[in-house]
């Protein structure tokens, strides 16, 4: 489904990341992992159009998509959660969720497209006049999913869902991943808990300072001796 090939990215003089490669297959979650400053939310940026790429190939269900803009990336179906959610803050709830429909021109889908946000979060239902400023943390990141939801996507692009949360809402925000990914939505998943990561994912792939150093099945990377004592805590 998706292909990142020697992937470079630079800001100015600095090279975040050196030649990297992923894939990720229709149906998967996939997750990205490494410490802070390993280029893990570079290579989401990279991906949705935001970052301008030095070298390398990024190929979407068989389409180049390198240097594609990012609306032109998100009506092909790639849609990304932001580290930190990014709502917009002085916004309703529901006009947040419509930003996210922005790509959608039929009214009826964007009317089911509610509903199923709705199904996945009641809690925005309940505040759905409420501007997004005004909701906790989890409520931010429930929206940010609903809002992303809204599009349709084909994948998911999803950057440290569990960040500032408490951790029961984490529970529940990954059992929500977990479900979605069961509908039928491909997620490539970067978290800074790579323990919670590794419990849900497919597959993984580990960063180190711009570099690509490890992949494999979720399993494998978890009883992985290296992983579990940088990542693990072990």
């Given at each position: 489904?998706?292909?990142?090939?020697?992937?470079?990215?630079?800001?100015?003089?600095?090279?975040?990341?050196?030649?990297?490669?992923?894939?990720?297959?229709?149906?998967?979650?996939?997750?990205?992992?490494?410490?802070?400053?390993?280029?893990?939310?570079?290579?989401?940026?990279?991906?949705?159009?935001?970052?301008?790429?030095?070298?390398?190939?990024?190929?979407?269900?068989?389409?180049?998509?390198?240097?594609?803009?990012?609306?032109?990336?998100?009506?092909?179906?790639?849609?990304?959660?932001?580290?930190?959610?990014?709502?917009?803050?002085?916004?309703?709830?529901?006009?947040?969720?419509?930003?996210?429909?922005?790509?959608?021109?039929?009214?009826?889908?964007?009317?089911?497209?509610?509903?199923?946000?709705?199904?996945?979060?009641?809690?925005?239902?309940?505040?759905?006049?409420?501007?997004?400023?005004?909701?906790?943390?989890?409520?931010?990141?429930?929206?940010?999913?609903?809002?992303?939801?809204?599009?349709?996507?084909?994948?998911?692009?999803?950057?440290?869902?569990?960040?500032?949360?408490?951790?029961?809402?984490?529970?529940?925000?990954?059992?929500?991943?977990?479900?979605?990914?069961?509908?039928?939505t491909t997620i490539l998943?970067?978290?800074?808990?790579?323990?919670?990561?590794?419990?849900?994912?497919?597959?993984?792939?580990?960063?180190?300072?711009?570099?690509?150093?490890?992949?494999?099945?979720?399993?494998?990377?978890?009883?992985?001796p290296e992983?579990?004592?940088?990542?693990?805590?072990?």
């Amino acid at each position: 489904m998706l292909t990142v090939e020697n992937l470079t990215v630079n800001y100015g003089a600095i090279r975040a990341l050196n030649g990297i490669s992923l894939d990720v297959r229709e149906g998967e979650i996939v997750a990205l992992i490494g410490s802070n400053g390993a280029g893990k939310t570079t290579t989401l940026n990279a991906i949705s159009g935001v970052l301008p790429i030095t070298a390398g190939t990024i190929r979407f269900m068989g389409r180049d998509i390198t240097h594609l803009p990012p609306h032109q990336i998100t009506a092909l179906g790639i849609v990304h959660v932001p580290e930190g959610r990014r709502v917009f803050p002085r916004m309703t709830v529901m006009e947040n969720l419509e930003m996210g429909a922005y790509t959608c021109s039929d009214k009826e889908t964007v009317r089911k497209g509610f509903k199923e946000v709705f199904q996945w979060f009641p809690r925005l239902e309940e505040r759905k006049r409420q501007l997004a400023a005004t909701l906790s943390g989890g409520e931010q990141q429930m929206l940010a999913m609903g809002r992303a939801l809204m599009a349709r996507p084909k994948l998911m692009l999803m950057d440290e869902p569990s960040m500032g949360l408490a951790p029961m809402l984490v529970d529940e925000i990954f059992k929500i991943i977990q479900a979605i990914n069961a509908k039928g939505t491909t997620i490539l998943l970067v978290e800074q808990n790579a323990h919670l990561a590794l419990s849900i994912a497919h597959r993984a792939f580990v960063l180190e300072t711009g570099e690509m150093v490890l992949s494999g099945s979720a399993a494998e990377l978890a009883n992985n001796p290296e992983v579990r004592k940088a990542y693990l805590g072990e």
